[in-house]
């Protein structure tokens, strides 16, 4: 009997090891996601608009198909920015705080920078492609065309692009709030934004997410 206990024991013991080995911790993971944006982002202080990104972040990284899945039935926010992105920087920190200040779990990060596509007009108005979007990226403008802006400079509105950086707020699938850059006051983006700037921004932000968490509502339906 008692070599069936010892036996049952190791095996056990074995198995939890396995498992301790395989399977990540959420909790480990959001941690892991916040120090790679952390160190990501304060790697260019030396090249760039200097930021200061606290560990405790709410940021995770997500893939094409975790941001299609939020726009189609998810509530959350997704933040589209690259690193070296000075008005990106700018904003960041305001973006953190701002989901610090509330119940919000965490910000899908996705940098689309590569996947976009590049278009001018040359010398008889015609539109010139100069590099094509990927097909994820031109998914990701037929699903946000009613929230982005127009391409600028090839006077067609109808010729939509994701400029970053791009914060949505989605709730049960329905965008609720949307804000592209910073605030209107700004216009270098190598500055950083002064406390009145800061503060528009942060308003702007925690209004949006409110309406994620639904203490704010613009629409009984998603209440």
């Known amino acids: 009997m008692k070599k ?6 190791a095996v056990f013991v074995v198995i939890s090891m396995l498992t301790s080995c395989t399977a990540t911790p959420v909790k480990e993971i959001k941690e892991e996601d916040a120090i ?14 200097e930021v200061s990104i606290p560990e405790d972040n709410k940021i995770k990284y997500a893939s094409f198909d975790d941001i299609m899945s939020l726009l189609t ?9 690259f690193p070296s992105c000075p008005w ?3 904003m960041i920190p305001i973006l953190l705080n701002s989901a610090a200040d509330t119940d919000l779990e965490n910000i899908l990060y996705f940098n689309a920078l590569d996947i976009r596509d590049s278009k001018h ?12 979007g990927t097909e994820e990226y031109y998914q990701l403008l037929d699903k946000l065309t009613d929230v ?17 950086p791009t914060v949505i707020f989605v709730k049960k699938g329905e965008i609720v709030g949307t804000h592209i850059g910073t605030v ?12 009145q700037q800061s503060d528009e921004l942060y308003q702007i932000y925690i209004e949006n997410m409110q309406k994620v968490l639904g203490i704010l509502c613009d629409d009984e339906k998603l209440c």
Do not use: A, M
């Not at 790679?36 to 608009?49: A, I, P, R």
């Open 184 to 195: 209107d006051s700004q216009t270098d983006p190598t500055i950083k934004l002064n406390k």
């Open 73 to 81: 039935d998810g509530t959350g926010v997704i933040y589209f920015g």
């Open 36 to 49: 790679k944006f952390k160190e990501e982002y304060e790697s260019l202080n030396d090249k760039s608009l």
């Open 121 to 132: 007009l040359d010398d008889n108005g015609n539109i010139i492609t100069d590099k094509e």
């Open 148 to 164: 982005l802006g127009s391409y600028e400079g090839l006077n067609d509105p109808s010729i939509k692009r994701l400029y970053f």
């Open 4 to 9: 069936v206990i010892v036996g049952f024991l």
């Open 88 to 90: 990106c920087r700018n």
